[in-house]
């Protein structure tokens, strides 16, 4: 359930453009931003709230949403409002290229954290210690997502919710529990650390339970998370190569639980499901 959930603010086909904007201005103040067609797409399909949604070129977003959404279609042709070019760059700056942008009410941090903290736990959770690239927390979220772990923590200043990283995501953060926590803080459940020392991941089985502990390229998990750790494991990785792309990095990881993990979370498992790999963003 998402802050300001039923707050009815809903634009249609037929609604005046300047009054979509007053909308849109009265929300940003504390929504998230959906920024292109699959960001919003995806936020639907999980469950987002959506409270306005604009574009320069409405035939053109019901066109995309014939091809690769028509689950959706009816609910974005009542949804999606048409605004001059000018007047949608007003809104957002740089608009994506779908040309399609909308606004969300951010899950409640309360909730998000229960849904982070419950046990028993049937899917691993990714933190992602002091991460620096929003892009990069984005793609974690997607890959976390896909793999239908139980969620995403980061610890230190960025916010997992950041526009860059919503984009990035694809809108994606509705599908998992995407929050920022203090170290000292984490949900329950074995500390496993990524670390060029550990053992080798594929001699292993991540814990369906496991916390998957990450750290950023340069500067790797901190002392302090790595002395907790429960166990320390690595990814194999040629000699004089220095490091995986963080995003590389937890995919690999989460692919070697699910292909070793008998939980009924795992995609195309016992109750389970496989997706294609259609990109787009």
């Not at 028509?70 to 949608?88: G, I, K, S, W, Y």
């Not at 639980?257 to 979370?265: K, L």
């Amino acid at each position: 359930m998402t802050e300001h959930q039923g707050a009815g603010l809903r634009t249609g086909p037929a609604d005046d453009a300047e009054a979509a904007v007053r909308r849109w201005q009265a929300a940003a103040p504390r929504a998230v931003l959906l920024d292109g067609f699959h960001a919003l797409k995806h936020a639907l399909r999980f469950g987002a709230d959506v409270l306005v949604a604009v574009t320069d070129d409405r035939a053109a977003v019901l066109r995309l949403a014939e091809e690769l959404a028509p689950d959706l279609a009816a609910e974005l042709a009542a949804q999606v409002t048409e605004l001059p070019a000018p007047r949608l760059r007003d809104l957002v700056p740089r608009p994506h290229p779908t040309g399609v942008a909308a606004l969300a009410p951010r899950p409640d941090r309360t909730a998000q954290l229960a849904v982070l903290d419950r046990l028993p736990r049937q899917a691993p959770l990714v933190v992602l210690d002091e991460p620096r690239n929003l892009g990069n927390v984005g793609a974690v979220v997607r890959l976390a997502a896909g793999f239908g772990v139980t969620g995403v923590v980061t610890t230190g200043p960025l916010d997992p919710w950041h526009p860059n990283a919503v984009r990035s995501g694809a809108g994606l953060h509705y599908a998992t529990a995407v929050e920022r926590a203090e170290p000292g803080a984490l949900p329950p459940g074995p500390l496993v650390v990524l670390d060029p020392e550990g053992a080798d991941i594929r001699g292993t089985a991540l814990p369906d339970d496991a916390l998957v502990v990450f750290g950023s390229e340069r500067h790797g998990v901190s002392a302090a998370l790595r002395e907790r750790a429960d166990a320390l494991v690595a990814l194999p990785m040629r000699a004089q190569v220095s490091s995986y792309n963080l995003a590389t990095s937890v995919g690999m990881a989460l692919y070697h639980w699910a292909a070793t993990s008998r939980s009924p979370r795992v995609p195309g498992g016992p109750g389970g499901r496989s997706g294609g790999s259609r990109g787009g963003a």
